[in-house]
Protein backbone atom coordinates (compact mmCIF):
# COMPACT_ATOMS: atom_id res chain seq x y z
CA UNK A 1 0.00 0.00 0.00
CA UNK A 2 2.88 2.34 0.08
CA UNK A 3 3.69 2.47 -3.51
CA UNK A 4 1.99 6.00 -4.12
CA UNK A 5 4.65 8.05 -6.18
CA UNK A 6 6.53 10.76 -3.91
CA UNK A 7 7.51 13.63 -6.34
CA UNK A 8 10.77 14.27 -5.30
CA UNK A 9 12.12 17.83 -6.38
CA UNK A 10 14.34 18.28 -3.79
CA UNK A 11 17.37 16.85 -5.25
CA UNK A 12 19.14 20.04 -6.61
CA UNK A 13 19.47 21.97 -3.28
CA UNK A 14 19.64 18.40 -1.25
CA UNK A 15 23.02 17.30 -3.15
CA UNK A 16 24.62 20.82 -2.63
CA UNK A 17 24.09 20.28 0.74
CA UNK A 18 24.99 16.81 1.22
CA UNK A 19 27.93 17.68 -0.87
CA UNK A 20 29.16 20.31 1.45
CA UNK A 21 28.70 18.10 4.36
CA UNK A 22 30.44 15.47 2.87
CA UNK A 23 27.90 12.57 1.63
CA UNK A 24 27.55 11.52 -2.08
CA UNK A 25 23.90 11.87 -3.12
CA UNK A 26 24.51 9.41 -5.88
CA UNK A 27 25.50 6.81 -3.87
CA UNK A 28 22.44 7.20 -1.41
CA UNK A 29 20.46 6.52 -4.47
CA UNK A 30 22.72 3.62 -5.33
CA UNK A 31 22.36 2.34 -1.81
CA UNK A 32 18.32 1.99 -2.03
CA UNK A 33 18.85 0.54 -5.88
CA UNK A 34 17.72 3.59 -7.37
CA UNK A 35 18.71 2.62 -10.62
CA UNK A 36 17.19 4.90 -13.07
CA UNK A 37 19.29 8.35 -14.58
CA UNK A 38 18.14 11.43 -12.65
CA UNK A 39 18.82 15.03 -14.37
CA UNK A 40 18.54 17.29 -10.70
CA UNK A 41 16.95 20.14 -13.19
CA UNK A 42 14.06 18.06 -13.58
CA UNK A 43 11.78 16.40 -11.07
CA UNK A 44 11.99 12.44 -10.19
CA UNK A 45 9.88 9.92 -8.61
CA UNK A 46 10.53 7.62 -5.57
CA UNK A 47 8.12 5.19 -3.39
CA UNK A 48 7.11 6.22 -0.05
CA UNK A 49 9.25 2.96 0.81
CA UNK A 50 12.12 4.34 -1.06
CA UNK A 51 11.86 7.70 0.31
CA UNK A 52 11.85 6.91 3.65
CA UNK A 53 14.82 4.01 3.03
CA UNK A 54 16.54 6.91 1.53
CA UNK A 55 16.35 8.52 4.63
CA UNK A 56 17.14 5.90 6.45
CA UNK A 57 20.35 5.70 4.35
CA UNK A 58 21.59 8.98 4.91
CA UNK A 59 21.18 8.16 8.34
CA UNK A 60 23.38 5.04 8.50
CA UNK A 61 26.35 6.19 6.76
CA UNK A 62 26.43 10.23 8.14
CA UNK A 63 28.59 10.01 11.30
CA UNK A 64 26.59 13.51 12.48
CA UNK A 65 23.34 12.32 14.25
CA UNK A 66 22.09 16.24 13.89
CA UNK A 67 22.07 16.10 10.20
CA UNK A 68 18.71 16.03 10.22
CA UNK A 69 18.37 19.27 11.96
CA UNK A 70 20.83 21.12 9.56
CA UNK A 71 19.37 20.14 6.26
CA UNK A 72 16.36 21.77 7.30
CA UNK A 73 18.20 24.39 9.02
CA UNK A 74 20.62 25.31 5.88
CA UNK A 75 18.90 25.13 2.83
CA UNK A 76 19.06 27.92 0.37
CA UNK A 77 16.18 29.87 -0.73
CA UNK A 78 17.74 30.02 -4.09
CA UNK A 79 17.09 26.71 -4.80
CA UNK A 80 14.37 26.34 -3.36
CA UNK A 81 11.18 24.59 -5.21
CA UNK A 82 8.23 26.64 -6.55
CA UNK A 83 6.15 25.17 -3.52
CA UNK A 84 8.75 26.58 -1.13
CA UNK A 85 8.92 29.47 -3.09
CA UNK A 86 5.35 30.11 -3.04
CA UNK A 87 5.61 29.81 0.79
CA UNK A 88 8.39 32.04 1.14
CA UNK A 89 6.47 34.85 -0.89
CA UNK A 90 3.24 34.74 0.86
CA UNK A 91 2.32 38.14 3.40
CA UNK A 92 2.64 36.30 7.13
CA UNK A 93 4.24 33.24 8.53
CA UNK A 94 0.86 31.72 9.10
CA UNK A 95 0.20 32.34 5.52
CA UNK A 96 3.07 30.82 4.40
CA UNK A 97 2.24 27.73 6.64
CA UNK A 98 -1.12 27.47 5.49
CA UNK A 99 0.37 27.55 1.76
CA UNK A 100 2.80 25.70 2.17
CA UNK A 101 0.43 22.65 3.90
CA UNK A 102 -1.61 22.96 0.55
CA UNK A 103 1.16 22.78 -1.66
CA UNK A 104 3.15 20.18 -0.07
CA UNK A 105 0.26 17.60 -1.21
CA UNK A 106 1.96 17.76 -4.94
CA UNK A 107 5.27 16.42 -3.34
CA UNK A 108 4.12 13.78 -1.22
CA UNK A 109 1.25 12.47 0.59
CA UNK A 110 1.97 13.84 4.17
CA UNK A 111 -0.29 16.11 5.99
CA UNK A 112 0.74 19.20 8.17
CA UNK A 113 -2.02 20.09 10.37
CA UNK A 114 -2.09 23.29 12.34
CA UNK A 115 -3.83 23.65 15.50
CA UNK A 116 -3.76 27.10 17.69
CA UNK A 117 -4.59 26.57 21.53
CA UNK A 118 -3.90 28.81 24.51
CA UNK A 119 -1.93 31.13 22.58
CA UNK A 120 0.26 28.36 20.84
CA UNK A 121 0.25 27.06 17.57
CA UNK A 122 0.87 23.27 17.47
CA UNK A 123 2.91 22.17 13.80
CA UNK A 124 1.60 18.38 13.01
CA UNK A 125 3.67 17.06 10.58
CA UNK A 126 2.12 13.35 9.73
CA UNK A 127 2.37 10.06 7.51
CA UNK A 128 -0.92 8.13 7.02
CA UNK A 129 0.15 4.97 9.67
CA UNK A 130 0.25 2.86 6.39
CA UNK A 131 3.19 3.80 5.59
CA UNK A 132 4.91 2.88 8.95
CA UNK A 133 7.09 4.75 11.01
CA UNK A 134 8.98 8.17 9.48
CA UNK A 135 12.45 8.16 9.88
CA UNK A 136 14.20 9.90 12.79
CA UNK A 137 15.97 12.49 10.36
CA UNK A 138 13.11 13.27 7.78
CA UNK A 139 11.31 14.54 11.01
CA UNK A 140 13.89 16.62 12.00
CA UNK A 141 14.72 17.72 8.77
CA UNK A 142 10.96 18.70 8.40
CA UNK A 143 10.52 20.90 11.67
CA UNK A 144 13.90 22.51 10.89
CA UNK A 145 12.49 23.28 7.67
CA UNK A 146 9.50 25.12 9.18
CA UNK A 147 11.83 27.40 11.51
CA UNK A 148 14.07 27.90 8.67
CA UNK A 149 10.82 29.23 6.48
CA UNK A 150 9.89 31.33 9.01
CA UNK A 151 13.68 32.83 9.88
CA UNK A 152 14.16 33.32 6.27
CA UNK A 153 10.52 35.03 5.55
CA UNK A 154 10.67 37.27 9.20
CA UNK A 155 14.40 38.02 8.81
CA UNK A 156 14.38 37.05 12.02
CA UNK A 157 15.08 33.87 14.65
CA UNK A 158 12.70 31.83 15.08
CA UNK A 159 12.37 30.70 18.81
CA UNK A 160 10.08 27.53 19.15
CA UNK A 161 8.12 27.16 22.30
CA UNK A 162 8.94 23.50 22.69
CA UNK A 163 9.15 20.39 20.87
CA UNK A 164 7.46 17.23 21.41
CA UNK A 165 8.87 14.02 19.83
CA UNK A 166 7.55 10.12 19.77
CA UNK A 167 11.15 8.73 20.56
CA UNK A 168 12.43 7.76 23.94
CA UNK A 169 16.24 9.29 23.64
CA UNK A 170 17.79 12.44 21.91
CA UNK A 171 21.82 12.66 20.69
CA UNK A 172 24.31 15.12 22.65
CA UNK A 173 23.59 18.35 21.39
CA UNK A 174 20.09 18.08 20.06
CA UNK A 175 18.36 20.56 22.70
CA UNK A 176 21.29 22.99 22.41
CA UNK A 177 20.94 22.84 18.08
CA UNK A 178 16.88 23.54 18.80
CA UNK A 179 17.50 25.99 21.28
CA UNK A 180 14.06 25.47 23.27
CA UNK A 181 12.58 22.64 25.45
CA UNK A 182 12.30 19.17 23.98
CA UNK A 183 9.66 16.72 25.01
CA UNK A 184 10.36 12.84 24.38
CA UNK A 185 7.90 10.04 24.24
CA UNK A 186 5.48 12.34 22.95
CA UNK A 187 2.21 10.73 21.03
CA UNK A 188 3.10 12.84 17.94
CA UNK A 189 5.99 14.53 16.60
CA UNK A 190 4.43 18.40 17.24
CA UNK A 191 6.50 22.00 16.44
CA UNK A 192 5.02 24.49 18.64
CA UNK A 193 6.01 28.01 18.09
CA UNK A 194 4.18 30.98 19.89
CA UNK A 195 1.00 32.62 18.47
CA UNK A 196 2.90 36.17 18.29
CA UNK A 197 5.92 34.90 16.15
CA UNK A 198 2.80 32.78 13.93
CA UNK A 199 1.55 35.94 12.93
CA UNK A 200 4.68 37.47 12.16
CA UNK A 201 4.89 39.42 8.58
CA UNK A 202 7.15 38.37 6.08
CA UNK A 203 9.71 40.49 4.71
CA UNK A 204 9.67 38.63 1.84
CA UNK A 205 6.34 38.80 0.58
CA UNK A 206 5.90 39.34 -3.21
CA UNK A 207 2.66 39.47 -5.09
CA UNK A 208 3.97 39.55 -8.18
CA UNK A 209 5.98 36.45 -7.54
CA UNK A 210 2.94 34.96 -5.38
CA UNK A 211 0.56 35.87 -9.06
CA UNK A 212 3.05 33.49 -10.86
CA UNK A 213 3.37 30.82 -8.64
CA UNK A 214 -0.38 29.89 -6.91
CA UNK A 215 -2.31 29.69 -10.19
CA UNK A 216 0.39 26.77 -12.05
CA UNK A 217 0.84 25.28 -8.67
CA UNK A 218 -3.72 25.33 -8.24
CA UNK A 219 -3.94 24.06 -11.63
CA UNK A 220 -1.71 20.78 -10.65
CA UNK A 221 -3.23 20.11 -7.41
CA UNK A 222 -6.55 20.44 -9.45
CA UNK A 223 -5.09 17.84 -11.97
CA UNK A 224 -4.28 15.96 -9.04
CA UNK A 225 -7.11 15.72 -7.22
CA UNK A 226 -9.56 15.74 -10.57
CA UNK A 227 -7.59 11.88 -12.15
CA UNK A 228 -9.14 9.99 -9.63
CA UNK A 229 -13.08 10.17 -8.32
CA UNK A 230 -14.88 11.56 -5.22
CA UNK A 231 -14.88 7.86 -3.79
CA UNK A 232 -11.23 7.35 -4.48
CA UNK A 233 -10.49 10.48 -2.99
CA UNK A 234 -12.79 9.78 0.39
CA UNK A 235 -11.33 6.61 0.51
CA UNK A 236 -7.86 8.27 0.90
CA UNK A 237 -8.61 10.88 2.90
CA UNK A 238 -10.19 8.05 5.39
CA UNK A 239 -6.54 6.44 5.06
CA UNK A 240 -5.27 9.63 6.77
CA UNK A 241 -7.41 10.42 9.21
CA UNK A 242 -8.72 6.71 10.19
CA UNK A 243 -5.88 6.09 13.62
CA UNK A 244 -7.87 5.46 16.89
CA UNK A 245 -11.65 7.08 15.78
CA UNK A 246 -14.16 6.45 13.42
CA UNK A 247 -13.85 9.36 10.95
CA UNK A 248 -17.38 10.92 10.18
CA UNK A 249 -19.13 12.08 7.36
CA UNK A 250 -18.10 15.84 8.39
CA UNK A 251 -14.59 15.51 9.30
CA UNK A 252 -14.29 14.02 5.57
CA UNK A 253 -16.39 16.24 3.71
CA UNK A 254 -14.09 19.17 5.17
CA UNK A 255 -11.34 17.66 4.26
CA UNK A 256 -12.39 18.13 1.04
CA UNK A 257 -13.47 21.55 1.28
CA UNK A 258 -16.99 20.96 0.70
CA UNK A 259 -20.19 20.43 2.65
CA UNK A 260 -21.52 16.97 3.88
CA UNK A 261 -24.42 17.52 1.73
CA UNK A 262 -22.01 17.55 -1.18
CA UNK A 263 -20.14 14.94 -0.29
CA UNK A 264 -22.94 12.92 -0.24
CA UNK A 265 -24.27 14.11 -3.41
CA UNK A 266 -21.87 13.52 -5.26
CA UNK A 267 -21.16 9.93 -4.44
CA UNK A 268 -24.59 8.96 -4.62
CA UNK A 269 -24.07 10.42 -8.52
CA UNK A 270 -21.05 7.37 -8.03
CA UNK A 271 -22.92 4.88 -7.01
CA UNK A 272 -21.36 5.15 -3.56
CA UNK A 273 -22.19 5.70 0.23
CA UNK A 274 -19.61 7.22 2.60
CA UNK A 275 -20.46 4.19 4.95
CA UNK A 276 -19.61 1.28 1.96
CA UNK A 277 -16.42 3.45 1.30
CA UNK A 278 -15.78 2.89 5.13
CA UNK A 279 -16.56 -0.24 5.28
CA UNK A 280 -13.90 -0.57 2.58
CA UNK A 281 -11.26 1.16 4.26
CA UNK A 282 -11.54 -0.61 7.23
CA UNK A 283 -11.94 -4.00 5.27
CA UNK A 284 -8.26 -3.08 2.93
CA UNK A 285 -6.95 -1.77 6.06
CA UNK A 286 -7.24 -4.85 8.53
CA UNK A 287 -6.22 -7.20 5.92
CA UNK A 288 -2.49 -4.96 5.33
CA UNK A 289 -1.79 -4.81 9.56
CA UNK A 290 -2.78 -8.30 9.89
CA UNK A 291 -0.83 -10.08 7.02
CA UNK A 292 2.11 -7.56 6.67
CA UNK A 293 2.12 -5.66 9.85
CA UNK A 294 1.01 -8.68 12.11
CA UNK A 295 -0.75 -6.53 14.45
CA UNK A 296 -3.17 -8.63 16.85
CA UNK A 297 -7.01 -7.96 16.36
CA UNK A 298 -6.56 -5.56 19.38
CA UNK A 299 -4.76 -3.48 17.72
CA UNK A 300 -6.09 -3.27 14.72
CA UNK A 301 -9.43 -2.69 16.32
CA UNK A 302 -7.69 0.53 17.79
CA UNK A 303 -6.33 1.73 14.49
CA UNK A 304 -9.55 1.31 12.73
CA UNK A 305 -11.82 3.19 14.88
CA UNK A 306 -14.19 -0.03 16.36
CA UNK A 307 -15.72 0.76 19.83
CA UNK A 308 -14.36 -2.82 21.05
CA UNK A 309 -12.51 -6.00 20.13
CA UNK A 310 -15.53 -7.71 19.95
CA UNK A 311 -17.16 -4.65 17.29
CA UNK A 312 -14.11 -5.04 15.05
CA UNK A 313 -14.38 -9.01 15.21
CA UNK A 314 -18.07 -9.39 13.90
CA UNK A 315 -17.42 -6.82 10.85
CA UNK A 316 -14.71 -8.93 10.33
CA UNK A 317 -16.16 -12.29 10.10
CA UNK A 318 -19.12 -10.21 7.40
CA UNK A 319 -15.94 -9.27 5.39
Avoid at 275 to 287: G, P, T, Y
Amino acid sequence: MSQFKVSCRLPAMLSTLFHSKGINFDNLLQAINYDQQVNFRDEFFLSVDEYFQFWRVLESVSENPLIGLEIGMEIKPETFDPVFLAALASNSYQDALSRFARYKQLLYPANIEIIQKNKEVLIYHQWPIQYGIEPTILADAEMAFVLRLGRLGTQKKVQPVRIELTRDALPAGYRNKVGCKVKLKAKNNVLVIDEETYQKPFLTANQGLLDLLDDPLIKKLDIQSGQVSISQQVKQVLVNIITGQKPSLERVAGELAMSPRSLQRKLKEEGNTFNNLLIDVRKELASYYMKHKKLQKSEVAYLLGFDSVNSFYRAYQKW
